[in-house]
């Protein structure tokens, strides 16, 4: 979350303003629940919008909004770019504190299986 506040600025995202309507959910709030949930491998915007409303740690997270399914898919189109940038720049923080080595990481959350390997694992 700290990470998220911290870089937020530099992306230089454009929030749009709607003259009509309620306003809209903030970016940087969305962006914070999108990265945390991949985190946690979970996926699906239902699993999403559900664990945003009833979940102590992501109400925390996205700083208590409650955003819909709906609108989790909404976000997660518009500012698709973003959250790659923002996935790839922790994923470099993890690494800069020590945080990994990288010896084994699958992005997906799967784990590839090499009968031929050490472990059964392939590490590249």
């Given at each position: ?74 976000y997660r ?48």
């Open positions: 979350m700290e990470f998220v506040e911290e870089v937020y600025p530099l992306l230089n995202i454009k929030e749009p303003k709607k003259k009509k309507g309620r306003d809209s959910l903030p970016v940087d709030s969305m962006l914070k629940l999108l990265i945390y949930a991949k985190i946690q491998h979970i996926d699906r915007t239902s699993i999403i919008a559900d664990m945003a409303r009833y979940h102590d740690i992501f109400k925390y997270v996205c700083d208590d909004i409650r955003p819909s399914e709906r609108s989790i898919q909404r189109r518009e500012y698709d770019h973003y959250f790659e940038v923002l996935l790839k720049m922790t994923l470099k923080k993890a690494f800069d504190e020590g945080f990994t080595e990288f010896n084994h990481v699958a992005i997906d959350g799967t784990i590839k299986n090499a009968y031929n390997s050490n472990n059964n694992t392939i590490t590249q």
